[in-house]
């Protein structure tokens, strides 16, 4: 596959999760349930957030995508999420996990370890040091913020592209999107209030899932999605600031451009290379 993307090929993406609604299955974090299901709706797709033993398969059953979310772990989430990737894994349905706080403990790196057994995703995304922690490299998290560049961290992620073969983002200032064909997209837009509202970073894993509910390329869906949450991220923080407001305007705008973004508008403020790897 050709390593190159253009702006209105990833504005079709974006049209087509609008158009077609895809149903992503979350088994996320407590603390961004409720942002995460509205980052989905603004952007065109359906949530839905189901973690009992006795329906997570079946509610995999009816998705288009799973997106499983290490944030706040304990025994029976863990499970969950296990049975939702074993479902996932048999249907063939796409897979985006995010290692939250990925290197932070010994239980998050036993259970990425034991969800990556149970299936390997089509998608994982990350900051630099959760794609290091998970790729194996010794790194110890500060929390769930990052504590290496994503540019320290592409040597990682191209380790894990290997042991997955699949495609690996590292977010940051640059989202990086690396996959099993070499392909590497670089995109620079966003703005640095992002880091400021809890769940953005989340909200870009629950996005890709959208994306490869709609675009079978997985490297092609993920840069796709972070294309958009990141050209929205930057309409958002401008409109705040114009208005002398902060961030807690800002989530909110950040919803409203995600619905109202217009073509002209993406490919006017989009900054992405691609290249091989």
Request: glycine share 8%; net charge negative; with cysteine.
């Amino acid at each position: 596959m050709a390593a190159t993307l253009t702006a209105s090929d990833l504005w079709a993406d974006i049209t087509a999760v609008r158009a077609r609604s895809p149903l992503v299955h979350s088994i996320t974090n407590l603390v961004v349930i409720n942002l995460n299901a509205n980052v989905l709706l603004a952007a065109g797709a359906s949530p839905v957030m189901a973690h009992a033993h006795e329906e997570v398969a079946d509610m995999v059953g009816i998705a288009q995508s799973l997106v499983v979310n290490i944030g706040t772990l304990d025994p029976y989430w863990v499970r969950s999420m296990e049975l939702a990737m074993q479902a996932a894994g048999a249907r063939g349905i796409p897979m985006v996990l995010d290692p939250v706080g990925a290197g932070a403990t010994p239980y998050r790196n036993q259970t990425l370890e034991r969800l990556l057994d149970a299936a390997l995703p089509s998608v994982i995304r990350g900051n630099g040091s959760e794609i290091m922690s998970t790729a194996g490299a010794a790194i110890k998290t500060r929390g769930v913020d990052s504590s290496a560049a994503a540019n320290d961290a592409l040597g990682a992620a191209q380790a894990l592209v290997q042991r997955t073969r699949g495609t690996v983002c590292v977010s940051g200032a640059t989202d990086h999107v690396l996959d099993a064909q070499h392909r590497w997209s670089r995109l620079s837009n966003g703005h640095e209030w992002m880091t400021r509202i809890t769940g953005v970073g989340c909200s870009a894993t629950a996005l890709i899932g959208a994306f490869c509910a709609v675009q079978p390329d997985a490297w092609r869906a993920t840069t796709a999605a972070m294309a958009l949450l990141g050209v929205a991220g930057e309409v958002a923080a401008e409109k705040a600031q114009a208005a002398g407001q902060g961030v807690g305007s800002m989530q909110a705008l950040l919803l409203d451009a995600l619905q109202l973004l217009d073509q002209t508008s993406f490919e006017q403020r989009l900054r992405l290379e691609t290249a091989q790897w």
